[in-house]
């Protein structure tokens, strides 16, 4: 099973900062087939990136993926308002899919 | 769009059987692989399976796949006359209190997207 570990497990940052997010593979997930969601309290999770750094349908280019292996970023150029959520990683190269223990983005 | 919909009972006894249907709208369950996922409160995600349509020959049961961790209690099934598919847990216990969602998987050969479209998610509370 791939163990994914996110960091830091809290991001205080304020509106228009930029926010990188790290996601750490303990083995490398084949193909790139890393993805990245956000959930909101009470909201089901959200795909924002799929396949390292190809952003999901409707997703604001602010919103960047990168990465390979067993290393993968999230960046948010501006942050908004609306982005102060958690963040999870997750890949699907290999069963059983994980997901990372999320990272919260809140506001400072 | 596809829209994904959770419906079951909220409350299960310790020990019985938690069962879960997610009814698909806007498109057809005989493409993609079809998850189910959970997340205790206050916690993270975790994989429960997936079940995909792998031709009349399997009675549309459809094929699956299934997290270790639960492999021994989970079973999961679709049925395409519906068009949704289900989660039966067997011996649950404090331990599987959960909001459960039903999940899209975009994998090959229908993308590589991961799990682009969820249900609202349904939380089941088990009970001693």
């Known amino acids: 099973e791939i163990v994914l570990t996110q960091s830091p497990g809290t991001l205080s940052l304020s509106p228009g900062e930029r926010a990188t997010l790290s996601c750490r593979a303990s083995q490398s997930v084949r193909s790139s087939y890393l993805a990245w969601y956000q959930q909101k309290p009470g909201q089901a999770p959200r795909l924002l990136m799929y396949g390292a750094s190809s952003r999901a349908t409707g997703i604001p280019d602010r919103f960047s993926g990168s990465g390979s292996g067993t290393d993968f970023t999230l960046t948010i150029s501006r942050l908004e308002p609306e982005d102060f959520a958690v963040y999870y990683c997750?890949?699907?190269?290999?069963?059983?899919?994980?997901f990372g223990q999320g990272t919260k983005l809140d506001i400072k | 769009q596809v829209q994904l919909q959770e419906s079951g009972p909220r409350l299960v006894k310790a020990s019985e059987t938690l069962s879960l249907t997610c009814r698909v709208s806007?498109?057809?369950?005989?493409?993609?692989?079809w998850s189910w996922i959970r997340q205790p409160p206050g916690k993270g995600l975790e994989w429960i399976g997936y079940?995909?349509?792998?031709?009349?020959?399997?009675?549309?049961?459809?094929?699956?796949n299934y997290n270790p961790s639960l492999k021994s209690r989970v079973t999961t099934s679709l049925d395409t006359s519906k068009n949704q598919f289900s989660l039966k847990l067997i011996s649950v216990t404090a331990a599987d209190t959960a909001v459960y969602y039903c999940?899209?998987?975009?994998?090959?050969?229908?993308?590589?997207?991961?799990?682009?479209?969820w249900g609202q998610g349904t939380l089941v509370t088990v009970s001693s």
């Open positions: 997750q890949q699907y190269g290999s069963s059983p899919y994980t």
């Open positions: 999940a899209r998987g975009a994998f090959p050969p229908y993308g590589s997207r991961g799990f682009d479209s």
């Open positions: 079940v995909y349509y792998s031709g009349p020959t399997n009675y549309d049961s459809g094929t699956t």
């Open positions: 806007g498109g057809s369950i005989s493409s993609y692989y």
